[in-house]
């Protein structure tokens, strides 16, 4: 197949991006697991792969099932566009990798912030390894809704093949940083989402929960008060807080979902109740009884401070 740049933004931009993408993480993968291997940084498991590998294949699938109906939303809100758009390539472009960034980092913050949300997105924070594969370990339903969070982007007038296209090229580029190979990148530590910043993100450490939620670009994290620079002090520690026992597959994927399921369905607690179980965060409880991310670090802050006075 002949390699042509602008194809990247049409209608066959999305397959194109995956599957030039494909053997160069195949073989980045592969050389970080003889890295590992030789380094002996145990950085790899079989069974984590698989994991792996088994929500990427499930994701994938879906995306493909869902492909025609969310790009058929994102275009009839593009045809019924407020903007022309009419201005030069150059900040076209810069506009829509922007936007584009911007609307997956509030995809992302609802992810973490509401559980019915969470339930979909806690199987790429399950593994406890932290390797370029684990950028594959996917939220295996977001596709049923992630285009919603793009539609706004068509409706001021973006192509829609455009604006999946940025989607596609910074997720690749967020696949890369699901490294623990690269400490810094210096000065592009204040601009983009690095492995450090990815580090604390899949952190279980308290301190570092709901961190860092940027794909590309780290400066919404920045400007919105979700950042968090990773500490030397503070040890990387990887996976789900509270910590979880190994699961398969099949019982990770449904893993939280079955948690809010026996929250809803217990008697006498009204339909307010049961929908705040869903909405609310994560740890939300009638009554103040349960304990959400921000009460863990409130405790976690005045348990610091007590040490230091």
């Not at 160069?24 to 790899?44: P, Q, T």
């Not at 275009?75 to 009419?86: A, E, K, P, T, Y």
């Not at 584009?100 to 973490?112: N, R």
């Not at 308290?206 to 968090?228: E, P, V």
């Amino acid at each position: 197949m002949d390699f042509n740049f602008y194809n990247l933004f049409d209608e066959s931009g999305l397959g194109l991006i995956y599957l030039y993408s494909s053997p160069f993480f195949a073989l980045l993968i592969f050389v970080e697991m003889l890295f590992s291997h030789f380094g002996k940084k145990n950085l790899y498991t079989k069974k984590d792969v698989f994991v792996n590998v088994t929500f990427a294949v499930l994701n994938f699938a879906l995306d493909f099932i869902m492909k025609s109906f969310a790009f058929g939303v994102m275009f009839f809100f593009f045809q019924h566009r407020i903007f022309s758009c009419n201005i030069h390539i150059w900040y076209y472009w810069a506009a829509v990798f922007l936007l584009q960034d911007f609307a997956y980092y509030v995809l992302h913050v609802v992810d973490h912030k509401s559980r019915f949300f969470w339930s979909v997105h806690i199987t790429h924070h399950s593994s406890e390894y932290y390797n370029i594969s684990t950028g594959f370990r996917s939220p295996v339903f977001q596709p049923l809704y992630r285009y919603l969070y793009f539609s706004p982007l068509a409706f001021l007038g973006f192509n829609p093949w455009h604006i999946m296209a940025a989607y596609a090229l910074f997720q690749v580029y967020g696949t890369l940083v699901h490294t623990q190979s690269v400490k810094s990148m210096g000065i592009l530590e204040w601009v983009l989402v690095t492995p450090s910043h990815h580090r604390v993100h899949h952190a279980r450490n308290i301190k570092y929960l709901d961190k860092n939620m940027g794909m590309a670009l780290i400066i919404w994290d920045r400007i919105f008060g979700t950042f968090q620079k990773e500490e030397r002090e503070i040890p990387v520690k990887f996976g789900i807080y509270p910590k979880r026992k190994e699961d398969s597959a099949f019982e990770l994927l449904f893993y939280e979902w079955k948690k809010m399921w026996k929250d809803i369905k217990q008697p006498n607690i009204g339909w307010q109740n049961r929908l705040k179980y869903m909405f609310y965060a994560p740890g939300w409880k009638p009554n103040g009884q349960g304990k959400t991310v921000k009460d863990y670090q409130r405790e976690y802050e005045l348990k610091q401070n007590s040490m230091l006075n």
